[in-house]
């Protein structure tokens, strides 16, 4: 869909199949639009980034009375084939399109694409189209090294790649058409993007951001999900906020990732609910693998504790918990309040293979607890006196 930004500037937005998994990996009911950009200043028109393969603009640019051949310049901020499998046919169209890109991206696009002749911009590099300005950017590793963002002055709109982007499809374009269940719905989308897209890579968030401070933003475009023109401020500190939480601090709030194969770890795991709604701490329950490890992400990130309740299975933790916790230290989560408990019967081992896992993650262990079937008094004393440091850390 063609959509107006300014008097020459579109964006074209691309609904993602709900039905697959965006990166292969994360579950999108809600959907998530790729955003690209087409700029057309007075003497040329330059196509800000691209689309999916099997997907082209060729709608989008017809609702504009144009084809692929009036696309002068072609600008790649990221080369993820999210915003660039379509290429391949494009290029097949337009093999001498000028492209502009970064370095490595240049050195992608000849991996991915065949193509070699990009031309390589240097930082704060412009491009004049007519009267309106490109200036390309430099945000590496936000979302891949090969990442730029690029800037139009005249408008002050900074067209930001993957950073400041949101899973979820809404039907408002811009921050300030969204109805209330919109909002709702990037209230977690955005913070389930940033869990699993753009966490690891937070230090180069607040780095990026410091960049886009230097630059006076009227308009904020994103790659996926809405544009924020109304309240510029507030995604930037909302996502300054999701990169602070990589070191600290963060929400006083506790995640549980709870794995139970016959109930007897979740009966545990029920009375430590209403322990927690008791104290007044808030707390959110991800069950493994029943909820998807996508969500745990998105929950764990934002708290400062991180329960683990899992059982014993084959002398070790139930393995979609092991591969729950090996995800959340991939994707740079460490330094909570954490204590693991987890029913067993006979050996016991998920408490050590926690032990082993919470030290890589750098976790402030404050107890692991295995027990056998439902756990005596004395077990479950000690389960409840380590979930009392839980709470009071995030009181
Ligand atoms: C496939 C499988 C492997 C298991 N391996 C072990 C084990 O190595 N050591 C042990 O103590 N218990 C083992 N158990 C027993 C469970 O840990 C025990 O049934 C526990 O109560 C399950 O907790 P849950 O009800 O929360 O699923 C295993 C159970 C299953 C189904
Ligand atoms: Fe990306
Ligand atoms: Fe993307």
Redesign the pocket.
């Known amino acids: 869909m063609k959509y107006s930004i300014t008097k020459n500037i579109s964006l074209f937005r691309y609904q993602y199949d709900k039905k697959k998994l965006f990166e292969g990996a994360w579950p999108i009911k809600d959907g998530v639009s790729v955003n690209a950009y087409l700029v057309q200043g007075n003497e040329k028109t330059a196509l800000i980034d691209y689309v999916e393969e099997g997907a082209s603009f060729d709608e989008e640019l017809k609702d504009l009375g144009l084809t692929v051949e009036d696309i002068d310049i072609l600008v790649l901020n990221h080369m993820e084939p999210d915003h660039t499998g379509g290429l391949r046919d494009f290029f097949k169209r337009r093999p001498d399109i000028p492209v502009y890109c970064t370095k490595v991206a240049s050195t992608e696009l000849i991996s991915l694409y065949d193509k070699k002749d990009a031309h390589v911009i240097k930082p704060m590099e412009e491009l004049d189209l007519g009267g309106t300005t490109l200036t390309f950017v430099p945000l590496p590793n936000v979302h891949w090294p090969d990442t730029m963002g690029t800037y139009v002055k005249e408008e002050g709109i900074l067209f930001s790649c993957d950073a400041f982007g949101a899973f979820g499809e809404t039907k408002s374009v811009f921050d300030d058409e969204m109805t209330d269940d919109e909002r709702k719905l990037l209230e977690t989308e955005t913070e389930r993007y940033y869990a699993n897209i753009v966490a690891p890579f937070s230090n180069f968030v607040l780095k990026a951001i410091d960049a886009a401070s230097a630059l006076e933003l009227k308009m904020i475009c994103p790659s996926h999900g809405i544009l924020w023109r109304k309240d510029v401020k507030f995604i930037v500190d909302w996502y300054k906020r999701l990169a602070t939480y990589f070191a600290g601090p963060r929400e006083k709030e506790i995640t549980m990732l709870l794995?139970?194969?016959?109930?007897?770890?979740?009966a545990l795991a029920d009375e430590l609910v209403k322990k927690a709604e008791e104290a007044g701490a808030k707390m959110h329950v991800v069950r493994i693998p029943d909820d998807g490890v996508s969500f745990l992400l998105e929950k764990a990130w934002r708290s400062e504790a991180l329960v683990v309740a899992?059982?014993?299975?084959?002398?070790?933790m139930?393995p979609e918990a092991v591969y729950a916790m090996d995800l959340l230290a991939r994707k740079g989560l460490k330094g909570r309040k954490s204590m693991f408990f987890?029913?067993?019967?006979?050996?016991?081992?998920?408490a050590n293979e926690y032990k082993a896992l919470a030290e890589k993650m750098a976790l402030d262990v404050v107890d692991a607890i295995?027990y056998?079937?439902v756990g005596t008094e004395a077990d479950r004393a000690k389960v409840f006196a380590a979930f009392d440091q839980i709470i009071a850390a995030v009181k």
């Open positions: 794995s139970s194969m016959y109930g007897n770890t979740k899992a059982p014993t299975y084959e002398k070790a139930f987890g029913s067993s019967l006979w050996s016991g081992g998920a295995d056998r079937g």
